[in-house]
């Protein structure tokens, strides 16, 4: 039996008891369409789902086996708040595959990297509080910065990531008006949901205002090893060396997402802070996940998995941009990621992204619209692909889908107006290129060059 609907007068016998920052809540773009694209017949490319079909059963089984015959009763039960030792070593070896060394004393581990988010910003952010963000950000921080009412500043971005130098005027700007942003949010590689990666020069010039303003820096950084091109950069923390970024890790992307296990490294004193409201969200994470990634990483074989997902991306990532080159309109503009899992579209500013998700429902397709990942209404004409998720035969289909909505809506744009905004004929793909110092284009974020498969 369902259960029924609210009601307004339900409505109202509670709302004089909600907090009043629950007027400032905002759902999640991609947790709303959760129920809908667990469907079988939906294709979602809306959801940051990494691939999670080729993990190696018979090395789960091997994990779980030794927890039963080792550790049954260590897994069933409570653990401390900052994360097993064990685990520790774990994010220690992750952390210096990317060139960064740290002690584990200096890092807590939480029920996600989605948990570091909620705790840095209920540890830092009073209500009217100000965070500098990227625009766009990603989709997820957008509710949790909205529930602590904090009061977020795009920084715009292009093809190497975060406009540093528009940051620097919006800080002279915030110095005259009083106000001191308590932390700055980045995602520097492969960039949720636009798929860039900040510039080396940036990376440097961004750690350098944060030393000399005494700002921090939470750095977030899911997708640093899903590169499938190119030569890594540094981290922020790695240039930081700990004194002002904090850290966000997570194994979602890189093993799983169902155990729900991430960590932040941040300065002792933020640390000590964090643990306090972790302490109050949930006690501790997982005793018995923390363990299976022990038993996992006993294995020795999660360098070479990350290695096979990689593969198993980057050929999603090729037919999402193919696709893309062939279905949708000359007027479109999308990125070109090296690594990660999403590529950011934007089509003619006369389409809304959020009413055509609507109009790709009913063609049972899915992705998360632009909006979703401002707090300050852009992003209407812009959406957020997902190529990790799906095989290449579905991306395909489920881009054709979009695309024929996109044509639909160009179209009835041209007849309304009397504009031609047919769609381009199909062009041959461009080179693929990697982004060179300098070559930004200087303009919002929304235009940002297009790239195309090789």
């Not at 809908?36 to 809306?46: C, E, F, G, K, Y």
């Not at 971005?157 to 540093?164: F, K, P, T």
């Not at 949708?328 to 006369?350: I, K, N, S």
Request: charged share 25%.
């Amino acid at each position: 039996m369902s259960r029924p609907r609210s009601t307004t007068r339900d409505l109202e016998r509670y709302a004089g008891l909600f907090a009043s920052r629950t007027r400032e809540m905002k759902s999640s773009a991609m947790r709303d369409m959760m129920a809908i694209t667990q469907r079988p017949d939906v294709i979602s490319l809306a959801g940051g789902l990494p691939e999670t079909g080729s993990f190696p059963p018979e090395s789960f089984a091997a994990a779980a086996n030794r927890i039963a015959d080792e550790s049954c009763a260590r897994a069933l039960q409570y653990g401390p708040t900052e994360g097993l030792d064990e685990l520790k070593h774990c994010i220690v070896e992750v952390m210096a595959a990317e060139d960064m060394r740290v002690h584990p004393e200096d890092m807590i581990v939480t029920t996600g990297g989605q948990q570091v988010i909620d705790l840095v910003t209920k540890t830092l952010i009073d209500p009217g509080d100000v965070i500098i963000a990227e625009g766009p950000t990603y989709p997820g921080a957008v509710p949790t910065f909205s529930s602590y009412q904090a009061d977020v500043v795009h920084i715009d971005v292009d093809s190497e990531g975060m406009r540093v130098e528009l940051l620097e005027d919006v800080l002279d700007r915030l110095d005259r008006e009083g106000r001191r942003p308590k932390f700055i949010y980045t995602v520097p590689s492969f960039q949720n949901p636009a798929g860039v990666t900040m510039s080396l020069a940036r990376r440097r010039q961004l750690v350098d205002i944060a030393h000399r303003r005494e700002l921090l820096v939470l750095e977030d950084n899911p997708y640093g090893l899903l590169r499938y091109e190119g030569a890594p950069q540094p981290t922020l923390r790695s240039l930081d060396e700990g004194v002002y970024v904090m850290y966000l890790g997570t194994f979602s992307k890189i093993l799983s997402p169902g155990i729900r296990l991430g960590w932040v490294v941040a300065p002792p004193p933020v640390l000590e802070k964090i643990n306090l409201g972790k302490q109050a969200a949930d006690l501790c994470t997982s005793t018995m996940s923390q363990l299976l990634v022990r038993a996992y990483f006993d294995q020795g074989i999660w360098r070479d998995y990350i290695d096979s997902l990689n593969e198993i991306h980057r050929g999603r990532r090729d037919a999402m941009l193919d696709a893309l080159a062939e279905f949708f309109p000359g007027q479109a503009e999308w990125t070109r990621p090296a690594g990660g899992l999403f590529v950011w579209v934007t089509l003619p500013d006369f389409i809304d992204t959020t009413d055509l998700l609507a109009r790709a429902l009913r063609e049972n397709v899915a992705f998360v619209p632009g909006e979703g990942a401002f707090l300050d209404g852009r992003g209407r004409s812009s959406m957020r692909l997902n190529f990790s998720g799906s095989d290449e035969d579905t991306i395909r289909e489920g881009v054709r889908r979009i695309g024929e909505v996109v044509a639909e809506q160009v179209a009835l744009y041209g007849t309304l107006t009397g504009e031609d905004r047919a769609p381009a004929p199909k062009r041959a793909p461009a080179p693929a290129e990697e982004p060179q110092p300098g070559d930004a284009k200087g303009a919002r974020v929304l235009p940002m060059r297009r790239r195309r498969a090789g």
